[in-house]
């Protein structure tokens, strides 16, 4: 069983950078594919990132490309969402998630394991 715990969410103006983190236990990181999603108020969660567990290839959705970044460090079990020129639309309820051995995957059913998010509040 792996538990990912998310950090780094916070308030912060139009234009601004986070870095949010996702701390994994229980399991072998290495081997488990990252993603990170996002559910703003009355809205469905939605894909965010990608990052393989094998090949380290990545997948973003559009609204985020160019601007969010995801890495891994496997020796500290740890995954990050490096968030630049952030919008009031990014504003959202950020969540890890894992899927051992996974390919890459936009869908929520694809992955096994959720933290319990981090808040993001982007202001105008």
């Known amino acids: 069983q792996v538990q990912v715990v998310e950090s780094g969410g916070g308030l912060v103006q139009a234009g601004d950078s986070l870095r949010l983190s996702c701390a994994a236990s229980?399991?072998?990181?290495?081997?488990?594919?990252m993603g990170w999603f996002r559910q703003a108020p009355g809205k469905e969660r939605e894909f965010v990132s990608a990052l393989h567990w094998g090949s380290g290839s990545t997948d973003y959705t559009d609204s985020v490309k160019g601007r969010f970044a995801t890495s891994r460090d496997n020796a500290k079990n740890t995954v990050y969402l490096q968030m630049n020129s952030l919008k009031p639309e990014d504003t959202a309820v950020y969540y890890c998630?894992?899927?051992?051995?996974?390919?890459?995957?936009?869908?929520?059913?694809?992955?096994?394991?959720w933290g319990q998010g981090t808040q993001v509040i982007v202001s105008s």
């Open positions: 998630a894992a899927k051992k051995f996974g390919a890459l995957a936009k869908n929520t059913l694809s992955y096994d394991y």
């Open positions: 229980g399991g072998t990181f290495r081997t488990y594919t």
